[in-house]
């Protein structure tokens, strides 16, 4: 037969049991004893990745480690913008020219009784006196000048030169316009001064292919000049 149950046999010091309280929570230091750390161990212990109020200012979480550490974006990288030469203006501008070029010297431009009439023969058909004077400087001078305008405004547009290139862009659409208006009221004048020789001709009357692609040309260059460099 046993002895009476004394609940203080074995107990330590101060009278608390060796189990600690609960069965199984002598695995966890009491206070006072070897390895207890308190709020301290969490911080310097296996739980850092989630740290109490402060952690978050000296761990991997605080906002400063977006900026400094493996994800570190520098501000200047969103905003910074930075321009290349444009090649679809580029490519614009070269359609425009080679269509305005091949219309002013290969295509006919009128087909009147058989006879293809290029730029050439109103050319020289304006070569005399008496002529009306604008179509004479139309079919002389202003319309390879009109050309050289949009195409060059069309090319400067494209290119990195800063705030010049938005002054292209807005130079290139309206040149391409005046090149079309200009050449048709130079068309009109010249065949209502020559409709008692060649009868009854007009602008788009008898007209041949080499007008529509001069058109064509000058409204391509000029709308190429409106995309402008490349921005990246």
């Known amino acids: 037969m046993s002895g009476p149950y004394n609940p ?21 230091p009491q206070q006072g004893q070897p390895g207890y750390a ?17 952690g978050y200012q000296q761990g991997g979480y605080r906002q400063a480690g977006y900026q400094q550490g493996g994800y570190s974006y520098p501000q200047q990288t969103w905003g910074a913008r930075r321009e290349t030469v444009g090649v679809i203006g580029l490519i614009g501008a070269a359609v425009g020219a080679a269509l305005l070029i ?36 139309y079919f002389g001078w202003l319309a390879w000048v009109l050309l050289a305008l949009v195409v060059v405004s069309a090319v400067l547009a494209s290119l990195p030169i800063g705030s010049a290139a938005l002054t292209f862009r807005i130079v290139a659409p309206v040149a391409g316009v005046v090149g ?19 009868g009854d001709v007009g602008v788009f009357k ?22 402008g460099p490349r921005r990246v």
């Open 206 to 227: 008898h007209s041949a292919v080499g007008l529509y692609l001069t058109l064509i040309g000058f409204l391509i260059a000029g709308v190429a000049g409106v995309s």
């Open 180 to 198: 079309v208006i200009v050449t048709l009221l130079a068309l009109n004048n010249y065949w209502d001064k020559a409709n008692n020789v060649l």
């Open 102 to 137: 091949v219309s002013f010297t290969a295509l006919a431009w009128y087909r009147i009784i058989g006879r293809d009439i290029k730029f050439s023969d109103l050319h020289k058909s304006l070569n005399q006196p008496g002529a009306p004077a604008f179509p004479k400087a």
């Open 38 to 54: 308190g709020q301290e161990g969490y911080q310097q212990g296996g739980y850092q990745g989630y740290p109490p109020q402060g």
């Open 8 to 28: 203080q046999q074995g107990n330590q010091p101060g009278g608390q049991p060796q189990w600690g309280g609960y069965p199984g929570s002598a695995s966890y």
